[in-house]
């Protein structure tokens, strides 16, 4: 299998097969309209993104046990509506034995009350329960700094992309197909009700470089086949850049494969078998980035970039020197097959 694969990929890289990716970018623009129309509508209608206490604010108890067999939410949801009927506790596994509890902000008496409550509930001494108070302007304070790393990232990436590359339109290609990356991610993140915590805003902005290192590698492919000597007579604008898309696509699916095995592996460890939810946030931030990204630097980063040089004067010219030549050769074939 490995070496049909192979195969499969000197023949994309030599133009023997070549998948047209150019040519019917229609449909990817249509498929990724529909995916970001979901992510922004998704969330709506369940009501918002649910962020984590970190943001919100609010009380926070965790119940240490010593047998894996008590970890029980149901033993917390009970105990906390028998103080706090109208509350809406998040409740989760922590760890192998741990369970923790979250709250909306409470009064002194109340996290008194709970923390009994809990103790009795799981039949553990009270200082097995520790209690801490998150207050919202830390969350906003990390929320503010994500922003502006954010926008400070972006405009140093297009800077710095529009220089190597010596065209912005590779620039704001890359970036179309970055903001197509985060859309979707923070739209799963709301469509499945999963928390956004400091842990997956890490996550999000590190999904930032990995996408942008797919695209340049692409991008790269598409410029050495695109420069002045290299644009020759037999292909025209689109189809160099389709060759050169072609020609990265296994290199592209090895890199996202290779990247997606470990970052599984630490969500299923983080989520499923240690109950970390700074690992679980990360990795699933970054193993959903990772897909959509691979997905955009060929289905929308490439294709738009073909989009927007299509209608310069340099390439217009050089796809019609392409067509009549061709147009040449069909009629001289024609004709000595009359003869």
Same mark, same amino acid.
């Given at each position: ?88 506790? %998040? =409740?989760?596994?922590?760890?192998? /034995? ?9 009064? #002194? +008496?109340? *996290?008194? &009350? ?106 790269? %492919? =598409?410029?050495?086949?695109?420069? /002045? ?9 689109? #189809? +160099?850049? *389709?060759? &050169? ?95």
């Amino acid at each position: 299998m490995a070496r049909s694969f192979s195969e499969f990929g000197n023949a994309l890289y030599t133009g023997e097969k070549s998948i047209n990716f150019i040519g019917k970018r229609k449909i990817w623009y249509v498929i990724s309209i529909v995916l970001i129309a979901l992510a922004v509508l998704g969330p709506i209608a369940r009501g918002g993104f649910a962020f984590g206490i970190e943001f919100t604010g609010g009380s926070q108890f965790q119940v240490h046990l010593t047998d894996s067999a008590k970890q029980d939410p149901a033993v917390a949801e009970k105990a906390v509506a028998e103080v706090l009927p109208n509350a809406a506790p %998040k =409740i989760t596994k922590l760890g192998p /034995t741990d369970i923790r509890v979250q709250t909306e902000a409470l009064a #002194e +008496s109340e *996290n008194v &009350a709970v923390t009994d409550a809990l103790a009795s509930a799981y039949n553990v001494e009270s200082e097995k329960v520790t209690y801490s108070y998150v207050g919202p302007a830390w969350g906003q304070d990390i929320t503010k700094q994500a922003i502006i790393a954010l926008v400070v990232f972006i405009l140093l990436a297009a800077l710095v992309m529009a220089i190597y590359f010596r065209t912005w339109k590779m620039s704001l290609a890359a970036l179309v197909a970055l903001l197509h990356d985060l859309v979707i991610t923070a739209g799963v993140y709301g469509i499945s009700g999963f928390e956004i915590t400091p842990a997956a805003m890490i996550g999000f902005l590190t999904i930032l470089g990995y996408s942008l290192y797919d695209t340049v590698v692409v991008f790269d %492919k =598409i410029r050495e086949n695109t420069a /002045t000597g290299e644009l020759n007579e037999s292909r025209t604008f689109g #189809e +160099s850049v *389709n060759l &050169a898309v072609n020609q990265t696509l296994v290199r592209s699916i090895n890199t996202s494969v290779v990247a997606l095995l470990p970052v599984g592996s630490i969500l299923f460890i983080g989520a499923f078998v240690l109950g970390a939810g700074t690992l679980r946030d990360i990795s699933l931030a970054l193993f959903i980035g990772i897909l959509v990204g691979a997905y955009s630097t060929i289905f929308i980063a490439a294709p738009v970039y073909a989009q927007l040089r299509e209608k310069d004067k340099a390439i217009i010219e050089h796809d019609k020197k392409v067509h009549r030549l061709r147009e040449r050769e069909a009629n001289t074939v024609a004709a000595e097959a009359s003869e």
